[in-house]
């Protein structure tokens, strides 16, 4: 079976499970969400190869979407293209939210990747950090913790440790070095 | 949460949903955007006393033919722009062309015309206020399209804001000629156009505010 055969294929029952479910069937619509989920991973996993942390949150914003939106599908029109157009949103608006945020939060923007699988997944992926950063020596450790993780300035750092201030920025600089290094080891 | 337990949550929250949800939403915004500005128009303004007879004669259609095109593609196109995937196709072309139409007609007017005569039919009496009151007029049904989008799902929301603004314009526009005494197409080309397009700017510092999703 060719691409578009299998495309087609799962056009014809998504399409079959969603309508079934938009007239009320739950069971339908269960299996419809399970078969998405799995698309959708797949597809955002693809597309976020730098930003693997991200793929499950955004599988579930976007089924999330899919179903708050679910009345913005015509039911003549092709499932795929509506989802697409969803899920394309969805994708984009993350991307448009990390570039905000990495522009906002990364004063020395060069080793700052490491960072840029881990803040928004807030439990898992900083428990994982954490174990890293307790390699660090403390004078990158500290200013890290502070500073990365905590939110302080590098003032109130500088203050907090009774490092100097140029020490806190070079330890930041260093101990992202390290950890990018760490990081690169583990994965 | 596991994305298992969401897919379990959302699947007890099953239809049924009702087909043609986005029509119905259309017409409602667009019934109670057009009763809210012939409110304005008639307290505000009042409606032009000729009305009747002026409704009979070919300049008057003539000058509401550019609006009220705009709304029919308009509509069809803001349509569209609520609805993820589907295809604008060749409509785009329909938002702008009866305003190129206009501007030609109105060009040709101009030039046939007396240079003497040429001030008065670009100004008219009311050009000052023109601008604003088709702004004023197109607001409530600015408003309304935007409620009507929020409960769709546009992609592009800075984009169907505009759209929506200029669509609101334009009925705008046809709700305000009910009581405009200016009856001259360069008039209509230049005054008009512009109280449409500063409704299209506001729509879409509106859409980039409320209809993300």
């Known amino acids: 079976m060719t691409r578009i055969d299998s495309v087609i294929a799962t056009e014809h029952e998504l399409h079959d499970l969603f309508v079934a479910g938009l007239d009320g069937d739950a069971a339908a619509y269960h299996r419809f969400l399970q078969r998405l989920g799995g698309l959708l991973r797949g597809y955002f996993r693809r597309r976020l190869q730098q930003l693997p942390d991200e ?13 708050t939106q679910r009345q913005s599908y015509r039911r003549g029109e092709p499932l795929t293209a509506w989802v697409h157009a969803v899920a394309r949103y969805k994708l984009v608006d993350l991307w448009r939210r990390r570039e905000r945020h990495d522009a906002l939060n990364d004063p020395l923007d060069d080793d700052l990747a490491v960072f840029a699988s881990a803040d928004h997944e807030a439990g898992e992926a900083r428990r994982d950090l954490g174990r890293m950063l307790e390699q660090l020596p403390t004078h990158q450790r500290l200013p890290i913790l502070h500073t990365k993780l905590e939110g302080l300035s590098v003032q109130e750092t500088a203050r907090l440790t009774g490092m100097s201030e140029s020490a806190v920025k070079v330890g930041v600089h260093r101990g992202l070095k390290a950890l990018a290094r760490l990081w690169k080891d583990m994965t | ?61 003539q000058k509401v033919a550019m609006p009220l095109s705009v709304a029919g593609t308009g509509l069809i196109v803001v349509f569209r722009l609520g609805h993820p995937g589907v295809r604008m196709g060749g409509w785009w072309l329909g938002v702008w062309l009866p305003v190129s139409l206009l501007w030609i007609w109105a060009a040709a007017v101009l030039w046939m015309a007396e240079p003497a005569a040429r001030a008065p039919l670009v100004l008219g ?34 984009l169907t804001g505009a759209a929506a603004g200029w669509l609101a314009g334009a009925v705008g526009a046809c709700v305000y ?16 156009v512009l109280g449409m397009g500063l409704s299209a700017a506001l729509g879409a510092v509106a859409g980039r505010r409320w209809l993300r999703w």
């Open chain 1, 55 to 67: 793929v499950e949150d955004l599988v579930q914003e976007t089924l999330m979407a899919v179903h």
């Open chain 2, 1 to 61: 949460m596991k994305t298992d337990e969401l897919i379990g949550l959302l699947a007890r929250d099953a239809g049924p949903v009702p087909a043609r949800a986005g029509e119905r939403r259309f017409a409602i915004a667009l019934m109670v955007g057009v009763a809210l500005a012939l409110a304005w128009v008639q307290a505000a303004y009042g409606i032009r006393a000729d009305l009747a007879a002026v409704m009979g004669t070919a300049a008057f259609w």
């Open chain 2, 125 to 158: 009496t009311t050009w000052r206020t023109c601008v604003f009151n088709v702004t004023a007029t197109a607001l409530p049904i600015g408003v309304a399209l935007l409620w009507a989008l929020r409960g769709l799902a546009p992609t592009r929301p800075v």
């Open chain 2, 177 to 192: 000629s009910l009581h405009c005494p200016e009856m001259a197409a360069p008039f209509v080309a230049i005054w008009y």
